[in-house]
């Protein structure tokens, strides 16, 4: 068997992410401090974002949207004005906010850019990831770059086949084992699992342990060898 395409998740992989999310759901609370608790708050605003995942689909935009349908629902429809653009201008700055790679991600994707197709999968909005992307000086090193709505069976399935010989000679590399392992699996790839310290819950599921197609590595530094292994 021989690889022909590595694909690459962006947020939490390549850069940080979930922890400027985590930064600014402290922030909500601490707006919504005199309205309602911690725990209430978290779980209002995690229905709130399933509920919305169809309509605005991943990253800040919709996040930012659910915050402010949060915290309506939480005020009778009527929020302060004051939440309102406290909310507006968290979402302005995480928008902002500087790109930081990840440990060892230059050298990794260097040394895999030599031998192998890379090609980055991501979901997320349009613009924001485009933008990051640039931001990271990383994406010289990618031979193709596709921003999904969802990464499922299909997505991997159409990816692999436009960006190199198959799901079944590519491998794809993510931290969440919900979008970025199972279903490329189920599609015929082979898949490295890269833990990152925060994990939102939408993204949370068992690690498909004996799969030998799988692969969990300590941190991205391990993967050229690793995919050179499946040759």
């Given amino acids: 068997m021989r690889i022909t395409t590595v694909g690459l998740d962006a947020d939490d992989t390549l850069w940080h992410n979930e922890t400027i999310f985590r930064l600014t759901q402290d922030r909500f609370r601490a707006l919504m401090a005199e309205v309602a608790e911690p725990a209430v708050l978290d779980e209002r605003l995690a229905a709130v974002e399933r509920r919305n995942l169809a309509l605005y689909g991943y990253g800040v935009k919709g996040f930012t949207l659910s915050l402010i349908e949060t915290a309506m629902e939480l005020t009778g ?25 990840l ?33 990271s000086g990383l994406g010289d090193l990618f031979a193709a770059v596709e921003i999904v709505s969802e990464k499922d069976a299909a997505t991997y399935e159409r990816v692999f086949a436009r960006h190199g010989a198959g799901a079944e000679q590519a491998a794809m590399c993510g931290n969440s084992i919900r979008s970025d392992i199972l279903p490329a699996l189920q599609a015929g790839a082979f898949a490295a699992h890269i833990p990152y310290p925060l994990t939102w819950a939408h993204e949370m599921a068992d690690a498909p342990t004996g799969h030998p197609r799988f692969a969990e590595l300590k941190s991205i530094s391990e993967l050229p060898g690793w995919v050179a292994g499946l040759s």
């Fill in 103 to 135: 440990p060892g991600v230059d050298q990794a994707l260097a040394e895999l850019s030599q031998a192998w197709r890379l090609v980055l999968i991501t979901k997320g909005d349009l613009l924001h990831q485009e933008q990051k992307l640039a931001a």
């Fill in 77 to 101: 429809g009527d929020p302060p004005g004051r939440i309102i653009a406290d909310i507006l201008a968290a979402g302005r700055e995480m928008l902002a906010h500087p790109v930081e790679t």
